[in-house]
């Protein structure tokens, strides 16, 4: 039986990615500890570590509250909903994080995507 490669894990650097994370992780230990068992969440963690860690605009740092959000949302061909989700986070890691992006929690995003600004702002 001939044997492949197919469980190795080429091309991940855990060294990388533990650097990145390690900020947050010592900030929120007990988050990181919840989440860590998925993939999907070390991704989402990983991300929102880079791009600020908290909310932007009111600082909000429960990571169950919070969403990536593209600053610059000049109308046109933006698909609301599409966003976000472990598939853009992955994405942007593949990327090696791209400007453009910020962390927002859910009632900043919302009030932005439905006002065109949050109340914080004002
Ligand atoms: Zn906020
Ligand atoms: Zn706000």
Redesign the pocket.
């Known amino acids: 039986m001939p044997s492949t490669a197919k469980g190795s894990r080429a091309g991940w650097c855990s060294k990388c990615q533990y650097v990145k994370t390690k900020k947050w992780r010592a900030e929120h230990p007990e988050q990181h500890r919840a989440l860590k068992a998925s993939y999907r969440a070390r991704v989402k963690i990983e991300c929102f570590a880079h791009y600020g860690g908290h909310?932007q605009?009111?600082g909000e740092a429960e990571i169950a509250f919070l969403a990536l959000d593209h600053v610059n949302n000049d109308g046109g061909g933006r698909d609301r909903g599409h966003n976000g989700g472990t598939r853009l986070y992955a994405q942007l890691r593949r990327a090696g994080w791209p400007t453009g992006y910020q962390v927002l929690c859910f009632?900043?995003n919302f009030?932005k995507s439905q006002v065109g600004g949050?109340?914080?702002?004002r």
């Open positions: 909310c605009c009111c009632n900043c009030a949050c109340p914080h702002q």
